[in-house]
């Protein structure tokens, strides 16, 4: 370890050290229950409530409402997703509008609830773009959730979130809006207002944080009119929302990887954007690398790129790659495929052929131009190498 080029930043980051340091030290030292009503639970309440603040801060929320902390994206895409259908007392819509180019996560209790007879209608990501169009057309007064990714995982498309809320709130007086902001969380600049979102799902492994943990974030007004239901039952925990003793480790070590990543966001922001368009230029320049198409949308986060290869399997290059130490990532090898709607890179508009000779360059603000230099330079030789196999 530490000669390797790692540019699947989005699959999973590496821990960074605060963070671990934090972990550890809440591990020895505040590990009560933080449901015991002794000292040592109380500590460990404490460590959850300002872990708690942190995320607070770092998503703009002053307006009292609450993050729940869960397993990680996936548990809080599906509590907001499946708590919000199975809300009591039901709600009399059964619309749930989102897009086409969703995470697993979203799709899947997705296609469960229409299993149960829940109408979901998807907003096409052609382009990586919401179409305005479907969005007046779909937000129709039966929509009880919308749910609604921020950053596209597979292309970096950044989506018009509040254009949707706007819609929600002209036309849905019964919709939450839901936003699955963990490919955005510290790598673009939003708060819960700006959104206009009622709940949100954070990940704290993609921000430098322990893997296995996550948050959802849900607006005071959703709680009060007890417009969710919990998932998981139990002990109560989480405001019964989600039961199941916490982990005041991984929590603050969650919170302690944000405020870092908070504080130096607008660096952090214009270093991902250097080594975005320092690739893009070397693929603008270099010949070698001509056949080389960058699936573009009209408004990007900085820090994925999603590159087309010249009729080269993903996997393929991405094996070769990983030969030579450096990690990037096939475009569609976590999407849900076939029954549950297409992958994200067909929404976007790719032929299954081009979505599968597609790779995914995800940066960190650790990663430097002369790293990004040499990606090119690999995916030069390498798309040289293979077509003489083809
Ligand atoms: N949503 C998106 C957009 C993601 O990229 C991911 C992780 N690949 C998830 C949800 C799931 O998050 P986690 O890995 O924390 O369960």
């Given at each position: ?13 590496r821990?960074?050290?605060?963070a671990?340091?934090?972990y ?5 030292e505040?590990y ?9 639970g ?6 959850l ?17 609450a ?9 809080a ?23 086409a180019?969703e ?9 469960a609830?229409?299993d ?18 479907a969005?007046a057309?779909y937000?129709?007064p ?8 921020l ?16 819609a929600?709130?002209?036309n ?8 699955d902001a ?5 790598k ?22 322990p893997k ?5 974030w ?9 417009g ?15 039961s199941?003793?916490?982990?005041p ?17 607008t ?10 368009e ?10 070698r690398?001509?056949g080389?198409?960058?699936n ?5 986060a900085p ?14 290059m ?5 030969a030579r130490g ?7 090898a ?15 508009g ?14 960190s ?8 230099d040499?990606?090119?330079?690999a995916?030069?030789e ?5 077509a003489?196999?083809?």
């Amino acid at each position: 370890m530490g000669n390797e080029l790692y540019f699947d930043n989005s699959a999973t980051t590496r821990i960074s050290e605060e963070a671990l340091k934090t972990y550890l030290s809440v591990a020895r030292e505040q590990y009560g229950n933080p449901s015991s009503l002794h000292g040592m639970g109380k500590d460990a309440e404490t460590v959850l409530k300002n872990a708690r603040q942190t995320i607070l801060k770092t998503i703009g929320d002053n307006s009292g409402g609450a993050v729940l902390f869960t397993s990680g994206g996936t548990e809080a895409n599906n509590l907001a997703i499946l708590g919000r259908a199975h809300a009591k007392p039901r709600f009399k819509g059964k619309t749930i509008l989102t897009t086409a180019g969703e995470h697993a996560s979203v799709k899947m209790p997705l296609a469960a609830l229409a299993d149960e007879g829940y109408k979901i209608v998807e907003i096409p990501t052609v382009g990586g773009k919401l179409d305005p169009d479907a969005i007046a057309a779909y937000a129709t007064p039966d929509v009880i959730l919308a749910s609604v990714m921020l950053v596209n995982n597979e292309t970096g498309a950044l989506y018009d979130v509040p254009a949707v809320a706007a819609a929600l709130r002209r036309n849905c007086p019964d919709a939450v809006l839901h936003v699955d902001a963990t490919q955005a969380y510290l790598k673009v600049p939003f708060s819960v207002k700006s959104l206009g979102c009622g709940m949100l799902t954070l990940s704290s492994h993609k921000i430098e944080g322990p893997k296995g943990t996550g948050a959802l974030w849900i607006d005071p007004g959703v709680i009060k009119n007890r417009g969710l239901s919990p998932i998981l039952l139990g002990g109560g925990q989480e405001g019964g929302l989600r039961s199941g003793t916490e982990d005041p480790p991984s929590c603050a070590a969650f919170a302690k990887a944000a405020a870092i990543g908070y504080s130096s966001l607008t660096e952090r922001i214009a270093r991902l954007t250097e080594l975005r368009e320092r690739l893009l230029a070397i693929l603008g320049d270099d010949p070698r690398l001509s056949g080389v198409r960058v699936n573009l949308s009209p408004v990007c986060a900085p820090h994925i790129v999603s590159l087309t290869l010249p009729r080269i399997k993903s996997e393929t290059m991405l094996h070769a790659l990983s030969a030579r130490g450096i990690y990037v990532s096939s475009g569609s090898a976590c999407s849900s495929h076939g029954k549950h709607g297409t992958s994200a890179l067909s929404a976007y508009g790719l032929s299954d052929g081009d979505a599968d000779a597609t790779i995914r360059v995800s940066f960190s603000h650790r990663n430097t131009p002369e790293q990004v230099d040499r990606l090119a330079d690999a995916l030069a030789e390498e798309i040289a190498r293979l077509a003489r196999f083809k």
